[in-house]
């Protein structure tokens, strides 16, 4: 298939090569000419606006997929599109937005004729080599007709063992993407998932904090140990009922620098960990540990432990996540 894409960041940029390693036909854009330089060498076809890539779109129903910051920068690009696109094209949003802003947008590009796929991407700046887990929001035709893109993106079945007793559900589940439901679907599923990230990172960090100050010289001389955590960190890694990607990179992390020295223990928040608490709170739902993981990050702005160091750490492993300055205004991107 042929797909637009607009935003060439660590996620964008790699999307677009697993896509034309697929098979499939890349027109990019991006304000800042390097990486679309650096694609067009690998096979994609650069633009330098939205109104040219809507031209160089021959197939139709064009479709085009936005990979942009959450916020006024999204709102903007697909306001613009909209007033390119023809009736029938689709635009799908694959960043962190707000899923009632989903439910939103999709009547209002309703109205002009135009399909809207919301489409929650997990996977970071590693899923050009294992794929990008996806929830897609949106009609269903349109996402059955997008379906060549869902699975050349997806990490497929893998290595991953079959889940015992699964005789129903959605075949694509086993690839790694799946319809969620309707328009704001996609994106609530991906607010939980990463509702849930910051509840097990932060469990990783205080578990590993405990471990690091066991030989604290507050402790009586016999009960102080001097734990070599990078090593209970990779033996966890294997065959531990606590292993999971999380934990690979918080060890990947540690062997570099066992001390996370290059890491302060600031740790912003992306904010899908507070759409997750908001909606724990309109649904009356219980989300003692959710909660608590925010606002543990909230309180590493102005102290930090070496537990916040890991959890800087494994942020930075994921996706390249640099950690927020001390005066609380983010690098991250």
Not at 56 to 70: D, H, I, K
Not at 87 to 102: A, E, L, R, S, V
Request: net charge neutral.
């Amino acid at each position: 298939m042929q797909i637009g894409l607009i935003g060439l960041g660590r996620m964008g940029a790699n999307i677009c090569r697993r896509l034309m390693k697929a098979g499939h036909q890349c027109v990019v854009f991006d304000i800042n000419a390097k990486p679309r330089e650096a694609l067009a060498k690998e096979g994609a076809k650069p633009v330098g606006s939205l109104a040219d890539m809507i031209k160089a779109l021959g197939e139709t129903p064009r479709a085009v997929w936005v990979m942009l910051p959450a916020g006024p920068i999204t709102e903007e690009a697909i306001e613009r599109l909209s007033a390119l696109l023809q009736p029938d094209d689709i635009i799908i949003d694959g960043g962190n937005t707000f899923y009632k802003d989903d439910i939103h947008r999709a009547k209002i590009l309703a109205t002009k004729g135009l399909r809207y796929i919301d489409c929650g991407t997990s996977g970071g700046v590693f899923g050009v080599e294992r794929g990008y887990c996806m929830m897609i929001g949106g009609p269903k035709k349109t996402v059955d007709h997008l379906d060549p893109i869902f699975a050349a993106l997806a990490p497929g079945r893998s290595n991953v063992p079959r889940t015992p007793c699964r005789a129903s559900g959605d075949p694509r589940a086993e690839n790694g993407y799946i319809h969620a439901g309707p328009s704001g679907a996609g994106h609530f599923v991906k607010m939980v998932h990463n509702g849930i990230e910051y509840g097990l990172m932060q469990a990783y960090a205080e578990g590993f904090d405990i471990l690091y100050n066991k030989s604290s010289q507050n402790l009586p001389q016999d009960e102080r140990f001097l734990l070599n955590v990078p090593d209970i960190a990779e033996v966890w890694r294997r065959g531990s009922v606590i292993s999971s990607w999380l934990l690979d990179l918080g060890a990947a992390a540690l062997a570099k620098d066992p001390q996370l020295k290059n890491f302060a223990g600031f740790v912003e928040d992306s904010g899908e960990g507070r759409w997750t608490v908001e909606a724990a709170i309109e649904e009356a739902v219980a989300a003692n540990v959710l909660s608590t993981a925010l606002y543990a990050r909230f309180r590493s702005r102005q102290s930090h432990t070496f537990g916040e160091r890991l959890l800087s750490a494994m942020r930075f492993e994921f996706g390249g996540h640099v950690e927020g300055s001390e005066s609380g205004e983010s690098q991250s991107k």
